[in-house]
Each structure stands twice: as C-alpha cells, then as structure tokens.
C-alpha cells in the first residue's frame, strides 16, 4: 500500500502562485508516474500534471506553461508549482502514484481556490 498525503493548498487572488506537495509512505517500489489531478464541482476529473520515473512530465492543456510537476531524488515526494492561477483552476486537487502493476493510489485532496 501507499500512503499519500497532500498540502499547500489554499486561498489565493488571481495571479498569485501556490505550490503542492504530496509525501508518500508506505511500501514505495515500482512507481511508474506521480501525477496531480483536479476536480471541480459539477465536472469531471482531469490530468493536470504527470511526471514518470525516467523524469519525463505531460500537463494538461489549460495549465501548460503555467503549472509546474516535479519530484525529489527519493521517489517519495512530488510538487506541483502553480503560477499565475485563475479562477477556473480552483478544484480540490488530488495526488496519484501508479505502478507499474497498473495500481493506482491517490490521497484525499487538497483545496485550492482562486479568487478574481
């Protein structure tokens, strides 16, 4: 099992910058990609940042060149660095390990709300 666990989230004026970060624990072997994901209420589920274990990394077509994924050296951590948010991006934002098996864990959610 993986254990994932989300911050950084909050209240933030249009424009303004926030980053994420997720901490993993747990049995941690074989993670393929560390993603973030957003949902909004009313609609659905959407990638907005991957980055798998060779350090390659796909966004989300809304937030390309804004939105920034990376991980530490340990595979144990990945952050999403925000900028120049609009109100379109508030969502409660999700983190996702998967494994090469195909498992996919994801932690609780972290609240970001931008303000205009």
């Known amino acids: 099992q993986v254990h994932l666990v989300e911050s950084g989230g909050g209240l933030v004026q249009a424009g303004g910058s926030l980053r994420l970060s997720c901490v993993a624990s747990?049995?941690?072997?074989?993670?393929?990609?560390m993603g973030w994901y957003r949902q909004a209420p009313g609609k659905q589920r959407e990638l907005v940042a991957v980055i798998n274990s060779g350090g390659t990394t796909n966004y989300g077509d809304s937030v390309k060149d804004r939105f920034t994924i990376s991980s530490d050296n340990t595979g144990t951590t990945v952050y999403l660095q925000m900028n120049s948010l609009k109100p379109e991006d508030t969502a409660v934002y999700y983190c996702?390990?998967?494994?090469?098996?195909?498992?996919?864990?994801r932690g609780q959610g972290t609240q970001v709300t931008v303000s205009s």
């Open positions: 747990g049995i941690i072997v074989s993670i393929n990609t």
């Open positions: 996702q390990f998967r494994r090469l098996t195909g498992e996919d864990y």
